[in-house]
């Protein structure tokens, strides 16, 4: 009689328990999502079960993987019983829930074999791998549970137009490109980089007024996203580029003085301001204001002095002003630089600037009747 119970009790510990899962996963927009990937992953087992105080060891690491059907619908006989790590992936592999489960005896209250995942009502800033658990988040009014159902119908329409935007550029449609930046913009007006891709193809359409008001919405914008951005150094180069590139649109309408103040801002907000500061002597030159043109080309050469473009620019702008020695200066200076920036980079567009730079160094020695130089340079 002993070996009889011995016998069984041993039966009994070889007993493997599986059960049936199943559900159904919907998409952003609380459609079946087709082709999804469902990773069950057994990180635990839970042991005397029949006992008033089961206990949880540590699991098996066994993967079972499933795929939804064309009604985002899916099924597996056989899976082990035990607590498992559950990760929905996209047809593309994107990650896009996770959480755990135990799977079991379906008499079981704490047991739930069903998933029903409806994405749409997810809140995105949960949807992170390796989340402890939002397969069974807290509870939340029909309110909330429809807001956030808005916002992510509204984020899944943003991924399909931003898919219509990249084609519109690859087919050079332009109209149509600008017509679904509108589109994105009014689905999200918070996202700078909506505004400047708009404002960049009106100015490329020479819609310089358009791209004007872009470029500036767009800093607008970025001003109040990222005045709390976790790379403030990022953040103000965003914004600084916003400006500049307005500031461009406005030099295209030739309003100097408006081109010149969004300039100046521009290298108030950046961390790298010589960039803006050479933009505002380019203006400044060309439109004859030299001495502020000279201030401001002084300026970029003092924040980086291993650009040869600033060098050459402050150099032509001395040389109108009738500054003919600081001007050939400047060039000995852009010489140096160029062929510096020559050594770490074998450049066509650099080989260019040091020629013309010493076609114009040569010119100004014979202006000053230096002509054994002239000819060396």
Known sequence: MKVSVVFLASLLLMQRWTAQVSGHILDQESKPLPGATIIYKNVGQVTDVMTSSPKIIEGTGRIYKIQTDKKGA??????????????VKGPDGRHLYSGKKRIGDNADPDVSNTLEVDLSTVESNRVEPGA???LATEKKTKEQINLIRHENSNAARINKLIIQFHGALDAQNWPSAIDILHQLI?????????????????ANQTHYQDAIESFAKGAEVAEKALANAADPVQAKNVIGD??????????RLEKVDETVALYDKAASISPHPAMAHYHACNTLSNNGKLDAAIEKCSLAVAEDPMQWEYYQLLAGTYNNAEKKKDALTAYEKGVEAAKKSLEKSDSNRTKTGLGQMLNSEGNLLVEMKKYEDAVAV
């Not at 918070?190 to 009106?202: A, H, K, P």
């Not at 916003?242 to 030099?251: C, G, I, K, R, T």
């Open 186 to 202: 009014a689905l999200d007006p918070n996202r700078w980089e909506f505004y400047q891709n708009l404002g960049t193809i009106q």
């Open 74 to 87: 899916f099924f597996y006989i056989g899976m082990d019983y035990g607590i498992y790590e559950v990760e």
């Open 242 to 251: 916003l400006l500049v590139a307005e500031a461009d649109a406005y030099n």
């Open 132 to 134: 402890e658990t939002n």
